[in-house]
T-cell receptor
Framework: QQQVKQSPQSLIVQKGGISIINCAYENTAFDYFPWYQQFPGKGPALLIAIRPDVSEKKEGRFTISFNKSAKQFSLHIMDSQPGDSATYFCAASLSYFTNAGKSTFGDGTTLTVKP | DAGVIQSPRHEVTEMGQEVTLRCKPISGHNSLFWYRQTMMRGLELLIYFNNNVPIDDSGMPEDRFSAKMPNASFSTLKIQPSEPRDSAVYFC?????????????FGNGTRLTVT
């Protein structure tokens, strides 16, 4: 049973455009929703994260939008740059495990930003 | 901050051989995680430790897999005997507190190929 569904699988955006990646979760006990960015040959790195008591969080060009009632959250990359080309993973973790390692990851989205 | 250090970066071995992957977490981090990444199954949590104690190894696929953390600065993941289906990228990650909002810091992984 996949608890976090991520779409699209791949995304191609022109430089300067907006990249949008969506995730949906099933377990309402999830209470922390990080996004990770992974470049080829590297491990995933935390990009931005949100808690369900907030509907939006912005850090620079990256914004998470969170819809608790729909059990959905999304990553928006404004003014996308070729350097943003990477694989992006959404994740969700359970508070009562009190451990980020119990995060459930989406399948990833490969983003390509064309110059 | 040297980050999480994994070795070797690449490992090629023959079926039936023993494989040992190594990890040095970030100094001061209390939790350590082993993940496996494949195209088919994405990022899977294998096992995690808190204060050097294994907390949850339910993700370890078979008895052929074992992990140890003899001290706060070192962990190993061993596969004995290895099989071709074990081919994957294995990531080690650490976090400061292990809390649900304590981000994971991943190493650059070990790419394992079993022929």
């Amino acid at each position: 049973q996949q608890q976090v569904k991520q779409s699209p699988q791949s995304l191609i955006v022109q430089k300067g455009g907006i990249s949008i990646i969506n995730c949906a979760y099933e377990n309402t006990a999830f209470d922390y929703f990080p996004w990770y960015q992974q470049f080829p040959g590297k491990g995933p790195a935390l990009l931005i994260a949100i808690r369900p008591d907030v509907s939006e969080k912005k850090e620079g060009r990256f914004t998470i939008s969170f819809n608790k009632s729909a059990k959905q959250f999304s990553l928006h990359i404004m003014d996308s740059q070729p350097g943003d080309s990477a694989t992006y993973f959404c994740a969700a973790s359970l508070s009562y495990f009190t451990n980020a390692g119990k995060s459930t990851f989406g399948d990833g989205t490969t983003l390509t930003v064309k110059p | 901050d040297a980050g999480v250090i994994q070795s070797p970066r690449h490992e090629v071995t023959e079926m039936g051989q023993e494989v040992t992957l190594r990890c040095k977490p970030i100094s001061g981090h209390n939790s350590l995680f082993w993940y496996r990444q494949t195209m088919m199954r994405g990022l899977e949590l294998l096992i995690y430790f808190n204060n050097n104690v294994p907390i949850d190894d339910s993700g370890m696929p078979e008895d052929r897999f074992s992990a140890k953390m003899p001290n706060a600065s070192f962990s190993t993941l061993k596969i004995q005997p290895s099989e071709p289906r074990d081919s994957a990228v294995y990531f080690c990650a650490s976090s400061l507190t292990g809390g649900s909002d304590s981000p994971l810091h991943f190493g650059n992984g070990t790419r394992l190929t079993v022929t």
